[in-house]
Structures are given as structure tokens and as C-alpha cells.
């Protein structure tokens, strides 16, 4: 694993090496060494980080756009699939402290993981830092993001952003498979996207719309990969 000392040379900030590190320990690892904290709180912290210095950028940046439209773009730069992008781009996932089970599923580059774990760093940037260094972070990460319209459209409707993009390859258009489990009450639902035969991204939700979407948008994140 990597030292810490050269994530924060990456991002060009200098966070307290021991605050670092509890905002790259996932659950998992923490489960697994008792007494090692893990990042859930410091993601706590981030998200609101994120989202105050997203939403202030898009307000001065469309002086003329609806609320409506200030909304979708925010969600279009602060979701699991736009932070996942962030962190790859700058490595994030060798970084990761990740329990066994985690380690051999894949979950260094787990969009889910990836992405909770940028909103920790992020706080661990507000705490270590201060608010106006944290928020010209997030700028400076999210900004490649900003610039590419075709990320509006993904998050706005990542079933038609996934046609559009399997059709412009020339692989047809995709299908859904929709299963459910547990009581009326608390129902969820698994979607699996398939293109050609082929599983290309899964999802869950509450609903079988959530659900379709979110297995679209990780088909979407291969195609972009």
C-alpha cells in the first residue's frame, strides 16, 4: 500500500497524516481490527463540504438557470459515479485501508468505496485545513467534471445516456432483468442491465426504477472506463 504522505502530494494540500489515514479506513477494515476508526464520520462531514462548495460554484457559474436545473447539475457532479472518476483519477484506491473481503471482491475500485471515500478525505480536508482550502479542493476535483456536458445527461437519465451510448457502438439497445425480495413493507429490487447477452452493470433499489437506474449508471461507468 502506498504512503499517505503521497495522496496528499497528489491533491496539493497538507493533512495531519493520522486524520489521513482514518479517512481512507473503510468499515470493513476497521471490523476487522477492533479499535481503528474508520471513515464514516469524516464522510459525513465531506459530503456537506462537497455539496456547499458544488452548489455555490453552479450558482455564480448559470446566473440564469432555474433551481431545477442548479439541482440536476449538483447531483450530476456530486454522484457515486462522478466522485468514482475523481478518485480514479487520482489513484485513490490502492490508498484505501479495506477489510479481506473487501480486498478480494474488487473493492478498491468499487465505485461505492471510491466515492465515500473521496467525501472522507474531503473532510479530513475541512477539519485539517479550514473551509476555503477544503472548497478550493473540491474545486479543483471536480472541475474536469464541470467542464463535460455529457455528465448532466448521465445522471438526469442514465437509462436514455446508456442507449444513447450503446448505440452509438452499434450494440443495440439494452434489456433489463428485475428481481425482488423480503416483505411488502420493505421491498428491494435488483436490476441487472444486459447488452448482447451480456451482464454489463447491476443495480439496487427500493424501487425497480431505482434500481435500473443505478444498474445503467454502473454499465455507463464500464463504457467510460
Do not use: W
Not at 464522510?43 to 452548489?55: I, P, R
Not at 467534471?145 to 445516456?161: N, S
Amino acid at each position: 500500500m502506498p504512503e499517505p504522505h503521497e495522496l496528499t502530494e497528489k491533491l496539493g494540500v497538507d493533512i495531519d497524516p493520522e486524520l489521513l489515514v482514518v479517512a481512507l479506513t473503510h468499515r470493513s477494515y476497521a471490523y476487522e481490527h477492533p479499535g481503528v476508526e474508520h471513515n464514516e464520520r469524516l464522510e459525513f462531514l465531506g459530503d456537506t463540504v462537497l455539496g456547499q462548495a458544488v452548489t455555490v460554484m453552479l450558482f455564480h457559474r448559470f446566473p440564469d438557470l432555474e433551481e431545477g436545473g442548479l439541482a440536476k447539475r449538483r447531483a450530476a457532479l456530486v454522484s457515486t459515479l462522478a466522485l468514482a472518476e475523481v478518485a480514479r483519477r487520482i489513484d485513490l484506491g490502492p490508498y484505501i485501508r479495506l477489510g479481506r473481503g473487501e480486498e478480494l471482491t474488487g473493492g478498491h475500485d468499487k465505485a461505492s468505496i471510491l466515492a465515500d471515500t473521496v467525501e472522507a478525505v474531503l473532510g479530513a480536508a475541512f477539519l485539517a485545513l479550514g473551509p476555503e482550502p477544503a472548497r478550493d479542493l473540491v474545486l479543483r476535483l471536480i472541475e474536469p467534471l464541470a467542464a463535460d456536458p455529457a455528465r448532466f445527461g448521465i445522471v438526469m437519465d442514465p437509462k436514455t445516456a446508456l442507449q444513447e451510448a450503446t448505440n452509438g457502438r452499434g450494440l443495440g439497445v439494452p434489456s433489463y432483468t428485475i428481481e425482488a425480495e423480503g416483505p411488502d413493507h420493505a421491498r428491494r429490487f435488483t436490476a441487472e442491465v444486459h447488452i448482447a447477452a451480456e451482464v454489463v452493470g447491476r443495480g439496487e433499489g427500493t424501487s425497480k426504477k431505482a434500481a435500473e437506474a443505478a444498474a445503467a449508471i454502473q454499465a455507463l461507468e464500464r463504457f467510460r472506463g
